[in-house]
């Protein structure tokens, strides 16, 4: 042990770029629940919705991860 | 968990535990290099084998009161004709294009399915190659149909919305090629790609793991191996359900960039 740190930026990069994805999940989804909890017949308009809201925010996520394997 | 016992592991079986790479995708069978027949190319073969049996057996007597596979594909196909095409194309002139997004949701299903099903177990979607040559046709779709509809230099101008200050144009214009130029595509082929990648390799690594865990260690790695193969089966389940939800989300969208197309204004 000689104190030195093996392992690749990418990792630290994808951490730091699964902030953003994570919160803004967080956030439509926390939207979604407020309507539906308003109003709850609008469960089927607001999900496909809160689907595709899901999907665009995760792929960031999803370019950081695929980036910090793929990039050396 | 200490350093000691990642020393032990290491020490204890030649060159230790080697995580799965994305040179693990690479898998030829007849030939080698770019012109190689690979693994993915003779699954995605059987996948499209597949859905043309199916569709053609299920609904070859067809009849008012369908029987059980009859009703399996109707619902598969309602689901895509009435959820996803007439909801977002609009009743007027969604026909037209159900084919298409038919025919998009059922491949990337079937060939996403495959990644957890196990004589096959490899989803073809996450060679960044096919998600790119789906995004093609996708492409080449919604930008046909604009400039078909309105020809090309009114295409270019409906870009900017009307009723905006002049001086703020020119900024909205760009950032508009750009987003149905560049950014639309690479995220639809990307996100797909990116998560089929990735479930795929998580699935590789717990288990791989878990059997190397199980295979070399004392009694608490072998327990920690259990657990890593628990974490795989719940991951295969969370797996299934994103391959649902990339087929679904590949389709809408497309669905959307087609009736951004058609729509009378911007």
Known sequence: MD?????????????LSAIGPGVGIGLIFAAYINGVARQPEARGMLQSIAILGFALAEALAIFGLVLAFVLK | MSLNVLG?????????????????FYQ?????GPFAITRPAVVLLLSVGLIAWWLIASTKEAAIVPGKRQWVTEGAYGFVRNGIAR???GSKDFLRFVPLLFSIFMLILV??????????????????GIPVALTLVVYVTYHYIGIKRVGLLAYFKNLVPPGLPSWIRPAIFVL????????????LALRLFGNM?????????????????????GLGLKLAGAGSFGMA??????????EFLQAYIFTLLAAMYIAGSLADEH
Do not use: K
């Open chain 2, 233 to 242: 089966f719940l991951l295969t389940v969370f797996e299934i359900l994103i």
């Open chain 1, 3 to 15: 104190g030195t740190i093996n392992g690749s930026l990418n990792l630290i990069g994808y951490g």
């Open chain 2, 28 to 32: 030829p069978l007849l030939f080698d």
């Open chain 2, 111 to 128: 060939n996403n399915l495959f990644g957890v099903i196990p004589p096959v177990q490899y989803p073809t979607m996450s060679r960044v």
């Open chain 2, 197 to 217: 990648f990735a479930g795929h390799l998580l699935l590789l690594l717990f288990i791989t793991g878990g059997e190397y865990l199980m295979t070399t260690g």
């Open chain 2, 176 to 187: 508009e090629v750009i987003t149905f130029f560049v950014t639309r595509p690479l995220t």
């Open chain 2, 87 to 89: 909801d977002i194309i």
């Open chain 2, 8 to 24: 032990s592991l290491a020490t204890a079986d030649g060159g230790g535990f080697q995580a799965p790479t994305a040179g693990e």
